[in-house]
């Protein structure tokens, strides 16, 4: 009989500090933590490569700007609260910043809607000039001390000249961040559109330039077919190309991202975006009140559990066998 008080004592003392640990639960206990918040920058390359369909999402191709914007739009859910986010696109040789970063928690909607709007016809001009384009970019950036995201597939339109490639030393570690590269690494058409915006099949060989004749050529006169100084610097002989389809430039974006001291990343899921820009060295600590909640409710579980469940019987058993 004594052993029998004492356990159904246990069972009321164990209820009771149930009820209790609910009772807490429901005023929002917090704790205050320090935790990692982020600070970013969207650049968003809108230029016409980006229309290009080599990304799948439920069984359907679609975009890889359309691609980019889900993902980011999903990225804000997975930023902690005090992360703040800003939001610029890049086209020609040049970046637009549409707002300065704002906290993802409070301004989610405002943020969430603005991505959501990003279309390539916001583009000023047709040219893709990634390199000058993150250049400028990152001489912008200083100011603000913010740092970047730049999300481009990396095709130069038209193609690069080397002579004229953007000197990223002055710049280099000044201003922190990623490049990532979207697309896949197959060519794929690039969507064509009419003057009212409707499509319009693809890009063909002789609708884009496939070489660069700007300035001067980074041959020697003797290696150019055609040469004429004044008449035919690049030659006379017609180039033949590719640069009407699109592939992810990934070597290249690599080369970009060593020169101007930021990561690279691949954008192929949600999952591994949010795990790449969320890592210690873009990280700044905050303190911060954290909903501990979980832990009453934790409590108030496993006190229910022994008093109801299978370790119940076995207590009884115990108990009423005097530990044999």
Request: hydrophobic share 40%; glycine share 8%; charged share 20%.
């Amino acid at each position: 009989m004594f052993s029998s008080k004492i356990f159904r004592d246990v069972r009321f003392y164990c209820l009771g500090v149930a009820v209790l640990a609910m009772l807490a639960a429901f005023v929002r206990p917090t704790q205050t933590q320090q935790v990692p918040v982020y600070e970013y920058l969207f650049i968003v390359d809108i230029t016409r490569s980006m229309n290009a369909a080599d990304y799948r999402q439920n069984g359907q191709a679609v975009s890889r700007l359309q691609y980019l914007k889900d993902s980011l739009r999903g990225l804000l859910t997975r930023l902690p609260c005090q992360s703040k986010v800003g939001l610029g696109v890049f086209t020609e040789r040049r970046t637009a910043l549409l707002f300065e970063a704002i906290e993802v928690c409070q301004g989610f909607n405002e943020i969430d809607t603005a991505l959501a709007q990003l279309d390539w016809r916001m583009a000023w001009a047709a040219d893709s000039r990634i390199a000058q384009g993150l250049h400028n970019t990152l001489e912008m950036l200083q100011a603000l001390n913010t740092p970047v995201l730049f999300f481009t597939d990396g095709q130069e339109a038209p193609p690069l000249n080397p002579r004229y490639r953007p000197d990223f030393s002055a710049l280099k570690g000044n201003v922190k961040g990623m490049v990532v590269g979207v697309g896949g690494l197959e060519p794929v058409p690039i969507p064509k559109f009419n003057s009212r915006g409707e499509p319009d099949g693809f890009y063909r060989a002789e609708d884009v330039p496939q070489r660069s004749t700007f300035g001067e050529s980074d041959l020697n006169p003797e290696k150019i077919q055609g040469y004429d100084a004044r008449n035919a610097p690049f030659g006379s002989v017609a180039t033949v190309g590719t640069e009407h389809l699109s592939a992810l430039q990934e070597g290249y974006l690599q080369d970009l991202s060593a020169e101007s001291g930021l990561h690279y990343h691949r954008l192929v899921s949600l999952d591994s975006l949010a795990k790449a820009v969320q890592i210690p060295t873009l990280a700044k600590i905050k303190r911060q009140d954290v909903d501990v909640r979980w832990q009453a409710a934790v409590l108030a579980l496993l006190l229910v559990v022994l008093v109801y469940g299978s370790p119940t019987l076995a207590l009884r058993r115990w108990i009423r066998y005097g530990g044999r």
